[in-house]
């Protein structure tokens, strides 16, 4: 089955359950900011401000680039540790390059998503794009590779219910061309879909990695570091920072507890995993937002648990479809 293939059986059931609904509880924010927090096991929005407010989301874009990525690989067969090609038009994006990567350098796609996940590297999203693209234009047909790919980015968003995105590169960078947009309830859909992923997750929770590439004949490593700056801190595994002029600071984060284990009346054991999605969009103190997310969001999920799980509306929960 293609990629293409697998995303769109589930685009009509994701849109039927998109969501809207007013926020439960407001911390002490910035008018000009977004976020949101829903513990993604159950689906249950905990907190929310201007969720729905389309706006650039910076380097959260290379979420989508690692998800087409691994999806794409799983589905073609194609192994991580194959070498990609970095190609002549990286020399005239910009933006973060931690590993110094120029035009003919190799890298495998594990250690691209690697530099691309944890340095927020421009030139590695670039190159995964280009090198799965290419396949991807041999089957899906189009004008470029990396049009190809971004393709696949937005089939990926409208499987997911991402009604309010449009993905224009796999970097997240802005340009007068090039400006996608999303928000803070659709990169949370994103985020509880790559949190699933065991892959992804493997990847996000590093504080830094020490990867590698060739250039000619000689091999040369680097320390990346995570740019999420709570990664390793109060149970944060995750996922990924971005900024831009035009998004502002942004941060995608998984917070996780110990699942809860529930003994049945048949002697049997129920377990409920605990993983707080918080997406903070636009904010100049991410950082600090984000951790009063994770502590009011466990507080309300709590609360919310103890009085019986309630939902009196659909519109409390949010679903992100689960691929078959």
Known sequence: MSRQAFYSIFISEAVALTLFFSFVMTPVTQASESYIAVEAHSGKVLLELDADRRRPVASLAKVATAMVILDWAKLSGTSMAELAVVPPAVVALGGSNPMGLAPGDRISLREAMYSMLLGSDNVAAYTLAEHAGRVI???????????????????LARALGMTRTSFANPHGMDSARQRGSSSARDMARLAIYAMRDTGFRFYVKQPQRTVSCFRGSQKRSFKVRNTHALVGKAGVNGIKSGHTVLAGPCAATSSEKKAIVEKLANGAARLTGRRLIVIALGSQDRWGITQVLITQGWGAYEAWRQQGSPVTLARELLVVPVPQ
């Open 137 to 155: 234009l041999q089957r899906a047909g189009g004008r470029s590779a990396q049009g190809a790919f971004v393709n696949e980015m937005n089939n």
